[in-house]
Structure formats: C-alpha cells, structure tokens
C-alpha cells in the first residue's frame, strides 16, 4: 500500500512567488516524523525541514514551512519567494518505526518544481 | 562539522561480481540507513544501523547486506550483481535531539552494472 503520496509530478511556478507542494500519508503509527527533502540534479539529498507527528506548530526554516494537517494525514510544502535556485527534485519522506523496533524512511515518488524567469 | 561522506562516488561493475560501499556518518551521529534510488522504483529503504545492530530491514533480497563499526561507519555489499542493481545507493546519519529528528544524506555512489 502507497505510504506516501505526491499527487504532482511536476509543478511550474514564477520567480519570487510561492508555492505548495502537496504530500498525504498514511501510517497506523502515532509516533512518525515527516520530512521533506530536494534533490537537484546533482542528485545529493538536501534536507529541508522536519515535522513531528506530536509537534503542535508547523514547522519552519527559512523561506520553507510544512503545512502539517494531521486529520488529513497531508503535510504540504510550502515555498515562499521561490528562486530560481529552487528548481529540483521535491521529496516529502516518513520516518516511522520499523517491525523490529528500528526506523525506516518510506519516500514519495517525488515533485518536479520548475521555477520560471 | 564535516557532513556525510561516501564512497567510492562512482562506480562500474559486471554481473556476478560484488561491490562494497563505505558510508561515514557525521560526527556524534549514531543511526546509519541506506537507500537505493532508481528512476523506476524511486527511493527505496534498505536496511538502519544503529550501535553496530541492524533495527530494520527493507524489502531486498540476501544479495544485500550491511554492517557498522563501533565508530558508527557502515558498510554495504551486493553480491553476484544484477543489471538491475544500477542505482545511485544514498546513505544517511541521523541524530534525534530534543524531539526533533535531523536526518542528512551523504552525496551517493553511482552504481553502474554491466
């Protein structure tokens, strides 16, 4: 079963405006972590921001902040005065504790973001 | 504070030959997984380390295996390689510290089966 749902594959959007990257997740475990990452074409993984399944505010760093719903199990990305910089691979991850006690990060298929000129 | 490193970068390899992927961790961190990224199955968990023990355990056949070392470096091996294995295999460190998780990935090994 899909875990972690990234509904856009690809997303355009002008300079120095924002954006929202959309991720739903599904999960029985009350303790779990969301993350989001950007790959650029570099292909390193970058780590944007953190949220816990028990923080009461969403998270934020910088021009980034998770849109955390936890009724809705979605945790959206939002972008504000996107740069052109910001063009790249988006991944929004869940880290949730394993059968065996351990943890395991189960990935989106990930959001394309285009930022245009 | 130096991030994570892996090596080698890159890498090329025939079928049936087996490959070994070093991962260093950032300082103070602990807990070690790998993944695998393909474009057609995207990122994939492999297996977490964390203190030298393996907690958990993707959905990857025996071909796959790991270890860390007592200071918190891994390992990983592939054996009798597939086409299939190509990939970029990314390892990441992380470290929990007052309820906040922070989980950095090291830069890749392209894996290129012949």
């Known amino acids: 079963a899909q875990k972690i749902t990234q509904t856009q594959p690809g997303m355009f959007v002008q300079e120095k405006e924002a954006v929202t990257l959309d991720c739903t997740y599904d999960?029985?475990?009350?303790?779990?972590?969301l993350f989001w990452y950007k790959q650029p074409s570099s292909g390193e993984m970058i780590f944007l921001i953190y949220?816990?399944?028990?923080?009461?505010q969403n998270a934020t760093e910088g021009r980034y902040s998770l849109n955390f719903q936890k009724a809705r199990k979605s945790a959206n990305l939002v972008i504000s005065a996107s740069q052109l910089g910001d063009s790249a691979m988006y991944f929004c991850?869940?880290?949730?504790?394993?059968?065996?006690?351990?943890?395991?990060?189960?990935f989106g298929a990930g959001t394309r973001l285009f930022v245009k000129a | 504070k130096a991030g994570v490193t892996q090596t080698p970068r890159y890498l090329i390899k025939t079928r049936g030959q087996q490959v070994t992927l070093s991962c260093s961790p950032i300082s103070g961190h602990r807990s070690v997984s790998w993944y695998q990224q393909t474009p057609g199955q995207g990122l994939q968990f492999l297996f977490e380390?964390?203190?030298?023990?393996?907690?958990n355990k993707g959905n990857f056949p025996g071909r796959f295996s790991g270890r860390q070392f007592s200071n918190s470096r891994s390992e990983m091996n592939v054996s009798t390689l597939e086409l299939g294995d190509s990939a970029l295999y990314l390892c990441?460190?992380?470290?929990?510290?007052?309820?906040?998780?922070?989980?950095?990935f090291g830069p890749g090994t392209r894996l290129l089966v012949l």
């Open positions: 990441a460190s992380s470290l929990v510290l007052g309820g906040q998780e922070t989980q950095y």
């Open positions: 991850a869940m880290r949730e504790e394993g059968n065996t006690g351990g943890f395991k990060t189960i």
């Open positions: 380390y964390f203190s030298e023990t393996q907690r």
């Open positions: 999960t029985s475990d009350p303790s779990y972590g």
């Open positions: 949220q816990g399944s028990y923080d009461q």
